[in-house]
């Protein structure tokens, strides 16, 4: 069976790796390749012309790919956004592993109150399962949020409440040194909590050096990125896979 990862620009990614590293481990006689998408709403006609079963949905497409999806399944209907798409009997399912694979990450943390920093694609993904506060530079994208339910913030009129889990995601720190919150807040954020989660990964960013500092418990962007890629491995393969396990093999491949 053939998979792959569309996206533009997709030449960064790590999934052909990972996958590929797990299809080689097993002896199973499956490939993951990559595909640079131009046009997302070609996204379905491109799946069929290249007679896969499967894919990975990354930047910009996955809002295409929940819209022209024959069927959307599970938290992906209500994120609006499909980052894995797998063809079973003749249909070409969507689903969302981001959000599933983030509660993979903490499901072994003692938390009450998370505190989501960002409003973006990433922050919609994770939200829905974590039920947590949003707290944003800017308003615009925090309507998404509110109109949800959600307890929204801009840094201005924020309120500190006793938050035990803080997640950054947004891209700050990933090409800059940049902290996502005036570092003040962080600090007190920090000092109050036990848990420090970013989804950027590549680089210890300035946002885990401070709660480092503080003696938090720590995952970098490696773990979303290991655990959303078992989650859609699942799917791909159709059967449950011991998570532990094959997380450990992608650890390793991209250590
Ligand atoms: N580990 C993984 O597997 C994985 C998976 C998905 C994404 N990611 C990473 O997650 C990050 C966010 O992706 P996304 O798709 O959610 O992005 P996005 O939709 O473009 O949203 C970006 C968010 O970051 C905020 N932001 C950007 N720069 C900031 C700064 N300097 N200070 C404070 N806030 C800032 C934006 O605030 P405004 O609204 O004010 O602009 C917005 O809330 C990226 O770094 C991406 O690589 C990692």
Partial sequence: MVFTIFGNPV????S???????????NLPH??????LENGEKIIEKFKELKIKGA???????????K???????????????????????????????G??????IKNFDYKKPLIIGAGGTARAISYLLKADIVNRSEKRLEFFKQKGFNVYTWENFEFKNYDLIINTTSAGLKDNFLPMPEKMLKILFHNA???VDVVYGKKTPFLKLAEKDNL???????????????????FLGRKLNKEEVAEIYFNILK
């Avoid at 030449?11 to 790590?14: A, D, E, L, T």
């Avoid at 992906?76 to 894995?84: I, L, Q, R």
């Avoid at 418990?217 to 699942?234: F, I, K, N, P």
Wanted: hydrophobic share 40%.
């Fill in 11 to 14: 030449k960064h990614s790590k």
């Fill in 68 to 98: 022209l999806a024959d069927e959307v399944r599970g938290v992906a209907k209500e994120m609006g956004a499909v980052n894995t798409l797998v063809l079973e009997n003749s249909k070409i399912v969507g689903y969302n592993t981001d």
């Fill in 100 to 105: 599933p694979g983030f509660m993979e990450i």
């Fill in 217 to 235: 418990t720590t995952r970098d962007g490696l773990y979303l990125l290991v655990y959303q890629g078992v989650l859609a491995m699942e799917l």
């Fill in 31 to 36: 490939c993951y390749t990559r595909y640079r």
């Fill in 194 to 196: 036990k848990y420090a």
């Fill in 56 to 66: 990975n949905v990354t930047i910009p497409h996955k809002e295409w790919a929940f």
């Fill in 16 to 26: 052909p790796l990972m996958h590929n590293f797990f299809f080689k481990k097993f």
